[in-house]
């Protein structure tokens, strides 16, 4: 087994890492203070090809698979854990899925823009009373003979708030219980019906536009189905076993971030005439903090590596996915008490980490979800896939 990457890949974070230097860092505390998103951002991302991991070059792909995604996404996250989204707005979930699903022509049309980042995408699953339980949605498409009418609403939808083109999940035949789910590409800003609010009072990632969609008798056209009526649900868990692995890599971010700013600040502050480095309860804390960030890290790039070699890997994802996110919300908070009231501080980036961590424990299915999935696999219950 080969643990170490290629020198591309190691290019491949270096360039990540620059970037995110340079484009986000300069405007960073301004924008966090005015929760502000920047579309150019997104733009020059996709100008950069990060958006291209897992996608045939026909289309915009850059030959790169989801460990490189890993890679970008780890170093953005350290940076800026909101920036992180993107990938997954755009590469990951819309674009991965349409191109495993899609018709040629979907392809064609759709996935080269999400590529670009000239369409900004995200995918239309939680609702107000649905959130793990993804199958008691109430959200209903309605076959119309020469359209399809939407009714419903959405929540917490990341990019919905200036989204183009994306997924929705709806019911055709609720009778058929999960089997009668559908998924769409739909384009928010061209459907009448529509009504999109920004959802603006979360604890974190305060850079990632969140958003509210409601649904009142929108119609989209008959060729909006994306692979078969009724394989709405398949699909969605298809999308859902890979976007927990760039909300996994995320997690890698913010963790590797509050490491670095606890040891920084270890190695800086001095009490009773020592640096508090040389103390064995702070040793231990940050002795904690690497062995947890130095198995997660092996677990998420395990599991992209899997994903890339077409291999079954949802007991991987999901390990990866929920070791990543305690690991994650236990470095920030690690992080905050090391640097004591310096860590409640909103002046430094560590309680912003903390509540930045606290969302992987949630998106793309809970914690409590993949433990699920975890035990299930390992009790014989249901098979990796």
């Not at 760039?246 to 700013?261: M, Q, T």
Request: aromatic share 10%.
């Amino acid at each position: 087994m080969n643990f170490g990457l290629t020198e591309e890949q190691k290019m491949l974070q270096d360039t990540a890492r620059k970037f995110a230097e340079k484009e986000i860092v300069p405007t960073m505390e301004e924008d966090l203070k005015n929760h502000t998103f920047r579309r150019e951002t997104v733009k020059k991302m996709g100008d950069m090809g990060f958006f291209g991991c897992g996608i045939p070059e026909e289309y915009g792909g850059n030959g790169f698979g989801i460990l490189e995604s890993v890679l970008i996404a780890e170093q953005l996250a350290k940076v800026n854990a909101s920036w992180r989204l993107p990938l997954n707005m755009q590469n990951i979930g819309p674009a991965l899925t349409v191109n495993h699903f899609g018709t040629p022509e979907q392809k064609e049309r759709f996935i080269p823009d999400w590529v670009s980042g000239d369409s900004l995408g995200y995918f239309a699953i939680t609702e107000p009373n649905t959130g793990s339980d993804v199958a008691s949605m109430k959200t209903t498409a309605t076959d119309k003979g020469d359209h399809w009418e939407i009714n419903g609403s959405k929540m917490w939808i990341s990019q919905a708030p200036y989204g183009d083109w994306g997924l929705l999940y709806a019911f055709t035949d609720r009778e058929k219980k999960y089997k009668g789910m559908t998924c769409f590409i739909i384009n928010l800003k061209e459907m009448e019906g529509v009504t999109v609010r920004e959802i603006t009072t979360k604890m974190g990632l305060a850079n990632s536009p969140t958003g509210e969609i409601a649904f009142d008798g929108a119609n989209i056209p008959k060729d909006s189905v994306l692979g078969n009526v009724g394989d709405g649900f398949n699909i969605c868990m298809w999308q859902l076993n890979n976007t927990r692995i760039s909300c996994a890599s995320g997690a890698l971010g913010v963790a590797g971030a509050s490491i670095e700013a606890a040891v920084n600040y270890a190695n800086e502050r001095t009490q009773f005439g020592q640096k508090i480095a040389s103390f064995q309860m702070i040793k231990a804390s940050i002795a904690e903090m690497v062995a947890e960030h130095e198995g997660a890290q092996l677990l998420v790039y395990r599991a992209a590596w899997l994903k890339d070699q077409g291999l079954p890997n949802q007991y991987e994802t999901s390990l990866a996915k929920l070791v990543a996110s305690e690991s994650a919300v236990h470095c920030a908070n690690e992080a905050m008490k090391i640097l004591g009231s310096y860590g409640y501080s909103s002046e430094y980036p560590v309680e912003r980490y903390l509540r930045d961590a606290k969302s992987f424990q949630v998106v793309e299915g809970t914690s409590n979800i993949q433990k699920l999935i975890i035990s299930g696999v390992a009790l014989g219950e249901a098979k990796n896939r």
